[in-house]
C-alpha cells in the first residue's frame, strides 16, 4: 500500500512533467536509435570467426560490472561533478521516491518519464564503446570490434527493458518469465528505502551483486540468475525487510 | 548478554534499550535538562536533500573538514554521511574537535540506519553518543 509521502510525492512530480512528453516516443526514440546501430554495426560484419563470438559475453560481464558501478557510485551518490549530479537527483530523488517496494507500478505511460534515460544516454554509451571498439578491432580482428559495438548497444537496450519490466502491472510474463522475474523480485528489494543505497544494484541480471555480495539474498551465482520471486534466501542481517513484488503489485494501481 | 553469553551489539543494545527509558531516566536525575532541546530533521524532496537544526538550514561546517563537498546524504556509510553526522554533532555539542571525533562511530551507529525522512533531537543524539561511550 502506498504511503500518503510516495502519493504526494507522485503528485507533485506528475505535475511537473511537460505537457508534450509521450513515453511511446520516448522508448520508440531509444530503441530506433539502438536498432539502426545495430544494423550499421552488423553489415560492416563478415565471415565470422566461432571464437569471435565470445566477445559477446565478455562484454555482457563487463557491462554488468559496469551497471553495478554506475549504480552503486553515481546514481546513489551525490557527485560534485556537472552531469553526474544530474543523475544521482533524477535517480535517488526522484525514481526512488517515486517508487518504493510498497508500490512500484507505472499508472501511465506518462511514468516512464522518472524511468526511462533520456535518448542521449544512449548516444553517450555509443560514443564511450568507441575507443575499445577501434582499439580491440585493430588488435584482434575488425569483427570483434563490431561485436564490441552490439554488445554494448544491446545491453543498453536490455538494461532499459528489463527496467520497464519491474516498473508494470502484475502479470504472466513478468511473473514466469525466467530472469525477468528474478530481476523484478531483485529490483523491487533494491526499491526498500533502507536497502537503496547499498543493495541491490543490477538491473539486468544480478552478477555483480552476487560477485560484490551487495546482493539481498544468501545463494550461489546460479540460484541468483533464476532465483525468481522466491523470498527464501533473503539474507537474515539486512537493514531493512524488502516487500516483493506480489506485494508492491497488490491492488489496483493508484489512480493519484 | 546474548543466550549464547557473548555480547549485544551496539546497533541491537540501541533498538533493545527504549528512548523513553533514557529520557526518563536522564530527566529524574537532570530535571533541569526538560527544555531548549533543538530538532534536526532530513528529507530526500523533489528539489533536493533537505536537512535542517530548528526549522533552519544545517550548516555543513566544512570550516572543520571537508569530507564530502557534495552535501549531505544518508541510510550509508561514506562521505556524505560523515559531513552530515560531523555537521549534526558540531551543532548539538558545540565542541568542533568533539564532533570531527565523534562523526566517524555516529556516521556508522546512526547516519547509515537513516530513512528518507528522519527526525533527531538532542536527547536522542546524547542517548547514542552515550551508548557509544559504553561500548
Same mark, same amino acid.
Given at each position: 500500500m502506498m504511503t500518503e509521502r510516495q502519493a504526494g510525492f507522485r503528485k507533485e512530480y506528475r505535475s511537473r512533467i511537460?505537457?508534450?512528453?509521450n513515453g511511446f516516443v520516448h522508448v520508440l526514440v531509444i530503441y530506433t536509435i539502438g536498432l539502426t546501430a545495430l544494423y550499421v554495426y552488423t553489415q560492416?560484419?563478415?565471415?565470422?570467426?566461432?571464437?569471435?563470438?565470445?566477445t559477446i559475453p565478455a562484454v555482457i560481464l563487463l557491462c554488468n560490472l559496469f551497471e553495478w558501478f554506475l549504480h552503486m557510485h553515481v546514481m546513489h551518490r551525490p557527485i560534485n561533478v556537472t552531469g553526474l549530479r544530474a543523475i544521482y537527483v533524477r535517480h535517488t530523488l526522484n525514481h526512488h521516491q517515486f517508487f518504493t517496494d510498497q508500490e512500484m507500478r507505472?499508472?501511465?505511460?506518462?511514468?516512464?518519464r522518472v524511468t526511462v534515460f533520456p535518448p542521449y544516454a544512449l548516444v553517450i554509451f555509443i560514443l564511450m564503446s568507441i575507443p575499445a571498439g577501434l582499439v580491440m578491432g585493430y588488435l584482434i580482428t575488425p569483427n570483434v570490434g563490431w561485436f564490441i559495438m552490439c554488445s554494448t548497444t544491446g545491453m543498453y537496450m536490455t538494461y532499459e527493458f528489463m527496467h520497464l519490466c519491474c516498473h508494470v502491472d502484475e502479470n504472466a510474463f513478468v511473473r514466469y518469465c525466467p530472469f525477468v522475474n528474478t530481476i523484478r523480485r531483485h529490483h523491487t528489494a533494491h526499491h526498500n528505502d533502507r536497502l537503496m543505497?547499498?543493495?541491490?544494484?543490477?538491473?539486468?541480471?544480478?552478477i555483480a551483486d552476487w560477485l560484490f555480495g551487495t546482493s539481498d539474498l544468501n545463494c550461489g551465482f546460479f540460484g541468483h540468475l533464476i532465483?525468481?520471486? /522466491?523470498?527464501?534466501?533473503?539474507? /537474515?542481517?539486512?537493514?531493512g525487510v524488502p516487500g516483493g513484488p506480489l506485494e508492491a503489485a497488490s491492488g489496483p494501481i493508484p489512480a493519484e | 548478554m546474548r543466550v549464547d553469553g557473548g555480547p549485544i551489539p551496539l546497533h541491537e543494545r540501541l533498538k533493545q534499550l527504549t528512548y523513553v527509558k533514557y529520557i526518563t531516566k536522564n530527566t529524574v536525575e537532570?530535571?533541569?535538562?526538560?527544555?531548549g532541546m533543538k530538532t534536526y530533521s532530513g528529507s530526500r524532496t523533489i528539489d533536493g536533500i533537505k536537512v535542517y537544526v530548528d526549522g533552519q538550514p544545517l550548516d555543513e561546517r566544512f570550516d572543520i573538514?571537508?569530507?564530502?563537498?557534495s552535501g549531505f546524504e544518508w541510510t550509508y556509510e561514506g562521505d556524505a554521511p560523515r559531513q552530515l553526522a560531523l555537521a549534526l554533532l558540531a551543532d548539538h555539542l558545540g565542541d568542533d574537535a568533539k564532533a570531527l571525533e565523534l562523526s566517524e562511530a555516529f556516521m556508522k551507529t546512526k547516519i547509515s540506519d537513516l530513512d528518507n525522512d528522519w527526525g533527531l533531537n538532542g536527547d536522542e543524539i546524547d542517548f547514542i553518543l552515550s551508548e557509544l561511550a559504553s561500548d
Amino acid at each position: 500500500m502506498m504511503t500518503e509521502r510516495q502519493a504526494g510525492f507522485r503528485k507533485e512530480y506528475r505535475s511537473r512533467i511537460a505537457g508534450w512528453y509521450n513515453g511511446f516516443v520516448h522508448v520508440l526514440v531509444i530503441y530506433t536509435i539502438g536498432l539502426t546501430a545495430l544494423y550499421v554495426y552488423t553489415q560492416h560484419m563478415g565471415n565470422i570467426s566461432w571464437w569471435e563470438w565470445l566477445t559477446i559475453p565478455a562484454v555482457i560481464l563487463l557491462c554488468n560490472l559496469f551497471e553495478w558501478f554506475l549504480h552503486m557510485h553515481v546514481m546513489h551518490r551525490p557527485i560534485n561533478v556537472t552531469g553526474l549530479r544530474a543523475i544521482y537527483v533524477r535517480h535517488t530523488l526522484n525514481h526512488h521516491q517515486f517508487f518504493t517496494d510498497q508500490e512500484m507500478r507505472f499508472r501511465d505511460e506518462k511514468d516512464w518519464r522518472v524511468t526511462v534515460f533520456p535518448p542521449y544516454a544512449l548516444v553517450i554509451f555509443i560514443l564511450m564503446s568507441i575507443p575499445a571498439g577501434l582499439v580491440m578491432g585493430y588488435l584482434i580482428t575488425p569483427n570483434v570490434g563490431w561485436f564490441i559495438m552490439c554488445s554494448t548497444t544491446g545491453m543498453y537496450m536490455t538494461y532499459e527493458f528489463m527496467h520497464l519490466c519491474c516498473h508494470v502491472d502484475e502479470n504472466a510474463f513478468v511473473r514466469y518469465c525466467p530472469f525477468v522475474n528474478t530481476i523484478r523480485r531483485h529490483h523491487t528489494a533494491h526499491h526498500n528505502d533502507r536497502l537503496m543505497m547499498e543493495v541491490n544494484m543490477n538491473l539486468t541480471f544480478p552478477i555483480a551483486d552476487w560477485l560484490f555480495g551487495t546482493s539481498d539474498l544468501n545463494c550461489g551465482f546460479f540460484g541468483h540468475l533464476i532465483n525468481g520471486y /522466491s523470498p527464501k534466501y533473503l539474507k /537474515s542481517n539486512l537493514k531493512g525487510v524488502p516487500g516483493g513484488p506480489l506485494e508492491a503489485a497488490s491492488g489496483p494501481i493508484p489512480a493519484e | 548478554m546474548r543466550v549464547d553469553g557473548g555480547p549485544i551489539p551496539l546497533h541491537e543494545r540501541l533498538k533493545q534499550l527504549t528512548y523513553v527509558k533514557y529520557i526518563t531516566k536522564n530527566t529524574v536525575e537532570n530535571p533541569e535538562n526538560g527544555g531548549g532541546m533543538k530538532t534536526y530533521s532530513g528529507s530526500r524532496t523533489i528539489d533536493g536533500i533537505k536537512v535542517y537544526v530548528d526549522g533552519q538550514p544545517l550548516d555543513e561546517r566544512f570550516d572543520i573538514k571537508r569530507f564530502s563537498d557534495s552535501g549531505f546524504e544518508w541510510t550509508y556509510e561514506g562521505d556524505a554521511p560523515r559531513q552530515l553526522a560531523l555537521a549534526l554533532l558540531a551543532d548539538h555539542l558545540g565542541d568542533d574537535a568533539k564532533a570531527l571525533e565523534l562523526s566517524e562511530a555516529f556516521m556508522k551507529t546512526k547516519i547509515s540506519d537513516l530513512d528518507n525522512d528522519w527526525g533527531l533531537n538532542g536527547d536522542e543524539i546524547d542517548f547514542i553518543l552515550s551508548e557509544l561511550a559504553s561500548d
